[in-house]
C-alpha cells in the first residue's frame, strides 16, 4: 500500500458555509492538481528542462506534461514516478510544495 500526503487545508472546514460542511472535494482536487502542476514546472524549469526534453527523459508526451504542469489532468501513481525518475528527484518533493490559504 502506498500513501501519499495530502496538505490537511485541501480538506478544511469552509467557514462560507452555514453548516460548516467540508469543502467539495472536486474543487479540491483541482486546486491541488493546480499546485501539483506548479511544483513540477518549478523543478523542471530548475533542471532548464524543456518539454521535449523531458519528454525523452520521463516518457511522456510534451503536450500531456503540459497539461499536467497546468493542473488539467489527473495523473496515475505510475505517472508521478515516471516524473520523478526524469527530474531525478524523490517522488515525495513532487509533492512537497507549499498550500496556500487561498489555495485550498
Known sequence: MIWVYIP?????????FTQ???M???DALNKFL???GKRVKE???SKNYTLEEIDALCDIDPSDFSKIEKGKTNI????LIKISNGLNVNPKE???FES?????
Do not use: G, M, P, S
Open 94 to 96: 513532487l509533492l512537497d
Open 76 to 79: 496515475t501513481f505510475r505517472t
Open 8 to 16: 490537511k487545508e485541501i480538506f478544511q472546514i469552509n467557514t462560507n
Open 100 to 104: 496556500k490559504k487561498d489555495n485550498f
Open 43 to 45: 523543478l523542471r524549469e
Open 20 to 22: 460548516n460542511r467540508v
Open 24 to 26: 467539495d472535494v472536486d
Open 34 to 36: 493546480i499546485a501539483f
